[in-house]
C-alpha cells in the first residue's frame, strides 16, 4: 500500500543552528500533510500542516515546504533549541481515506549544546 | 481544554494474557481512534470509530484484539490472549467530526509483553 517515508532516521544539530527534516510520500491523491513531534513518553503533537495546494507554510519558528512534483515535504526548525529535541513524524492523508492519518517512520532530532 | 486521556499508562503482561486499555477523548469529539505503535515507528491506525460506530477496523487483528465504544464518548482496546509482538505504545486520539484531518494524541498505554 501507499506509505509515507523518511529519509533519515537521526539528525544531530548545534544549539541555535537551523534544522530540516525530510520526508518522503507516495500517494499522489495525498492533499493534507501534518509534521507531528514526539517527546520521550508522550503522544505526537501537532506542529504544523500543510495543504496540497500550498508549498510553503510558516508558524513560528517552523517552516513546511512541500514540493508535489517530486513528492516531497520538509520541515525547517529555525534557531534549534534543546526543547526541539524529539522524534518528528510526517503524516499524509486524502479526502478518500476518510481522512485517515498514514505516518512515516520518523526522525530522531538531537539538539546537541 | 483537556486533551485525551489514557489509563493505565504503562502495563507489563505474561504472553497468552489478557489487557485492556481505556481512553476518554477530549469533550465533542465524535471520532476517535487507537493506534499501535511499535519501538522506532510511526503509529499505525488499528480502529477508527465515529460516535459508538467502527469506521474502519480493517487493520485491527481481530482474533485477538477487540474495541468498543458503547456510548459515543469513552473507549476500551482489549488484547486477548496477548503475543510477545504486541509489545508497543498504544495510542488513542480524537478530533471532531468533519476535520478528522486534526487529530489530537492521548500519552499513550505502554506494553510489554513477557
Known amino acids: 500500500g501507499e506509505s509515507v517515508g523518511l529519509h533519515l532516521p537521526t539528525l544531530s544539530v548545534q544549539e541555535g543552528d537551523n534544522s530540516i527534516i525530510n520526508c518522503a510520500y507516495s500517494n499522489s491523491a495525498s492533499d493534507y500533510f501534518i509534521w507531528y513531534k514526539q517527546e520521550s513518553g508522550k503522544g505526537p503533537q501537532f506542529i504544523i500542516d500543510i495543504r496540497s495546494n500550498m508549498d510553503k507554510r510558516q508558524g513560528q519558528r517552523v517552516t513546511v515546504l512541500l514540493n508535489k512534483t517530486v513528492k516531497h515535504l520538509s520541515l525547517q526548525i529555525a534557531a534549534t533549541q534543546p526543547g526541539d529535541s524529539a522524534v518528528y513524524f510526517c503524516?499524509?492523508?486524502?479526502?478518500?481515506?476518510?481522512?485517515?492519518?498514514?505516518f512515516g517512520s520518523g526522525t530522531q532530532l538531537t539538539v546537541l549544546p | 481544554e483537556a486533551g485525551v486521556a489514557q489509563s493505565p499508562r504503562y502495563k507489563i503482561i505474561e504472553k497468552r494474557q489478557s489487557v485492556a486499555f481505556w481512553c476518554n477523548p477530549i469533550?465533542?469529539?465524535?471520532?476517535l481512534y487507537w493506534y499501535q505503535q511499535i519501538l522506532g515507528q510511526g503509529p499505525k491506525l488499528l480502529i477508527q470509530f465515529q460516535n459508538n460506530g467502527v469506521v474502519d477496523d480493517s487493520q485491527l487483528p481481530k482474533d485477538r484484539f477487540s474495541a468498543e465504544r458503547l456510548k459515543g464518548v469513552d473507549s476500551t482496546l482489549k488484547i486477548q490472549p496477548a503475543k510477545l509482538e504486541d509489545s508497543a505504545v498504544y495510542l488513542c486520539?480524537?478530533?471532531?467530526?468533519?476535520?478528522?484531518?486534526?487529530?489530537?494524541f492521548g500519552p499513550g498505554t505502554r506494553l510489554l509483553v513477557l
Open positions: 486520539a480524537s478530533s471532531f467530526y468533519g476535520t478528522e484531518e486534526t487529530q489530537y
Open positions: 503524516a499524509e492523508n486524502y479526502a478518500g481515506s476518510a481522512r485517515q492519518l498514514t
Open positions: 469533550s465533542g469529539h465524535a471520532t
